[in-house]
């Protein structure tokens, strides 16, 4: 059974307004009634014209899978700053067996807002990214 689902930035604080800057955490707070051999319980997150930025679960950590016994959990994932560009996100939550069961779920849970703060990029011409996401990328350049 689903409890809580929210949004913690890198204070530590509950939100839905986040630098872009900063990474933040999507906190799933659930309980487990009977053993089950196997769980996964994971986030879909969309963007503001409803397309499928990425789906994640918390079985894709080695660590996480396998049965789960009865009692309290929280599932949280961390997503990194500089990665989602300025505007508006969706969450929607899931749990279940794959291929086997579903075992809850809500569609569009949270909303939250990526606001440009400073991100990459902000100090170039102010110029905004295309795209849902932005990440900070690894370069290097060599003159020859």
Do not use: Q
């Not at 703060?117 to 170039?124: E, L």
Request: proline share 5%; glycine share 8%; with cysteine.
């Amino acid at each position: 059974k689903l409890l809580a689902v929210n949004v913690i930035d890198d204070s530590n604080h509950v939100t839905s307004t986040l630098d872009i800057c900063k990474p933040f955490w999507v906190e799933i707070k659930y309980r487990i009634n009977k053993t089950l051999p196997y769980c996964r319980v994971g986030i879909n997150v969309y963007s503001d014209v409803g397309e499928i930025v990425f789906e994640a679960y918390d079985s894709d950590d080695a660590r996480y899978i396998g049965p789960r016994e009865p009692g309290y959990y929280v599932s949280r994932c961390e997503l990194p700053g500089n990665y989602f560009n300025a505007k508006r996100y969706f969450l929607s939550i899931y749990a279940g067996i794959p291929d086997t069961k579903y075992l809850a779920g809500v569609e569009n849970v949270l909303a939250i807002d990526v606001e440009d703060m400073g991100g990459i990029g902000s100090h170039m011409f102010e110029l905004k990214r295309d795209g849902v996401v932005r990440p900070k990328l690894n370069w290097e350049m060599v003159k020859k």
